[in-house]
């Protein structure tokens, strides 16, 4: 046994000098592995000898293939840029024939923001803004407008019409010498037409059209109580003195005819129109109170020089047309005066020569004098008194038909042969 255990001892020493000890064992373990061919577990392999690693070929490097250039394809020519259509039409520049000059507060001055948009496709009509912002007529020291309108219109600018729109601030006292006028009395309000009639008749005196937009209403019900009744006020003075007056009251309230914010702009959308502050307008609002002043406008410049409206020269002192022809009575005078030549005619029938005031009277049911018939008569009277009376009452009153006669439509009657 002992010898055995020995035998066993020098076999494992031999084996590590034969093998070079732990280390060369480990590196042909690991040979073992690199190598595919030499796999464990496909065959066997004897411990005791040294393997010697058979050395790989080198791998081949696969080499990068050489591609023929290729012939520059000729250059494709670029595409011409794609022409771009423009919704509004390019208007040529051409010279201004026609000055629009609007005046006002700053109610008046949205409005001439908004005519000039109104009239961007007509360049021959220049927008002319000679408004004072926070400016009426009452306070004719911070701002004299009858002043200002005259010194305009002696300028050297051709005014081919005029725009006027305040009022906005004018519900203040009017001072005359040391006494006050309270907004709207009766004293106040012949003062305030008679600044209006100034204006009007310095426009009528240069023959120059004058367009005067009333206020529209505002989110204050007494303020747009007050407002209607300036707009009486400009409309009576403004149409006297041949200028024209627009009401711009029914486009900025509802169905009731009260206030709105809100409402239909020129393209029928609903939009706001008016601003926060429930008096101006907004962009909309303005664009839609231009509309009705543009409308005048354009009818006024295609109407031509001859035919476009002259504002007729007045009174100064009680602002009536100097004309005689229109004054109170004077188209019947002009008419007296035609026909004063032409004879008179004769021999026309006594009712054509003067007009009664009333016709003769006629009795309804009673018979009248001279043996005159009623209008009116009973059914038996009206059908009389004969055979076709009574035949008419057996027909259409006892409901009795009549004997059908020979050849006519009843006669149903088969004809006999001879």
Do not use: C
């Not at 070079?20 to 005791?48: C, H, K, V, W």
């Not at 011409?80 to 201004?96: C, E, G, L, Q, S």
């Not at 005359?176 to 106040?188: A, M, V």
Request: charged share 25%; aromatic share 6%; no cysteine.
């Amino acid at each position: 046994m002992r010898l055995r255990s020995l035998m066993m001892v020098l076999g494992a020493a031999m084996l590590l000098l034969a093998t070079g000890g732990p280390s060369s064992y480990a590196e042909n373990d690991t040979m073992l592995t690199r190598d595919p061919t030499l796999q464990r577990g496909r065959g066997f392999i004897f411990p005791f000898s040294r393997i010697t690693p058979q050395p790989q070929p080198p791998r081949a490097v696969p080499q990068r293939q050489r591609v023929a250039p290729v012939a520059p394809v000729a250059q494709q020519p670029r595409r011409a840029a794609p022409v771009v259509v423009r919704d509004d039409p390019v208007i040529p520049k051409v010279d201004v024939a026609h000055h629009l000059v609007v005046l006002g507060d700053s109610l008046g001055n949205l409005v001439a923001d908004g005519l000039e948009e109104a009239l961007n496709d007509r360049p021959d009509v220049a927008v002319l803004h000679r408004t004072k912002l926070d400016s009426g007529l009452v306070r004719s020291d911070f701002y004299d407008w009858p002043k200002a309108v005259g010194e305009l219109l002696a300028g050297q600018t051709k005014i081919t019409a005029a725009t006027m729109m305040l009022g906005l601030n004018d519900r203040q006292a009017i001072r005359e010498g040391e006494t006050i006028h309270e907004p709207l009395s009766e004293r106040w309000l012949e003062l305030y037409r008679d600044r209006v009639d100034a204006i009007a008749a310095a426009f009528a005196a240069k023959r120059v059209p004058l367009i005067w937009v009333g206020l529209p209403p505002v989110q204050n019900a007494r303020l747009s109580a007050d407002f209607a009744t300036l707009n009486d006020l400009y409309r009576q003075r403004v149409e006297r003195a041949g200028g024209q007056y627009v009401d711009l009251w029914g486009a900025y309230v509802d169905a009731e005819n009260r206030y709105t914010a809100m409402g239909p702009d020129v393209t029928g959308q609903t939009t706001r129109l008016r601003t926060a502050d429930g008096i101006h307008f907004t962009k909309a609002g303005a664009r839609k109170a231009a509309h009705f002043v543009d409308v005048l406008i354009r009818r006024l410049i295609e109407r031509g020089p001859d035919q476009s409206l002259i504002a007729l020269p007045v009174s100064p002192g009680t602002g009536a047309p100097t004309n005689p022809e229109l004054q109170a009575g004077g188209i019947e005078r002009m008419i007296d005066r035609m026909v004063s030549g032409v004879p008179e005619l004769s021999g026309l029938a006594t009712p054509l020569q003067s007009k009664p005031l009333a016709g003769p009277i006629l009795p309804l049911s009673s018979l009248a004098a001279t043996g005159e018939r009623a209008l009116i008569a009973s059914i038996q009277d009206a059908r009389g008194r004969g055979e076709a009376a009574a035949q008419l009452d057996r027909v259409f009153g006892e409901g009795v038909a009549s004997e059908p006669r020979p050849g006519r439509i009843d006669d149903y009657r088969w004809p006999r042969g001879n």
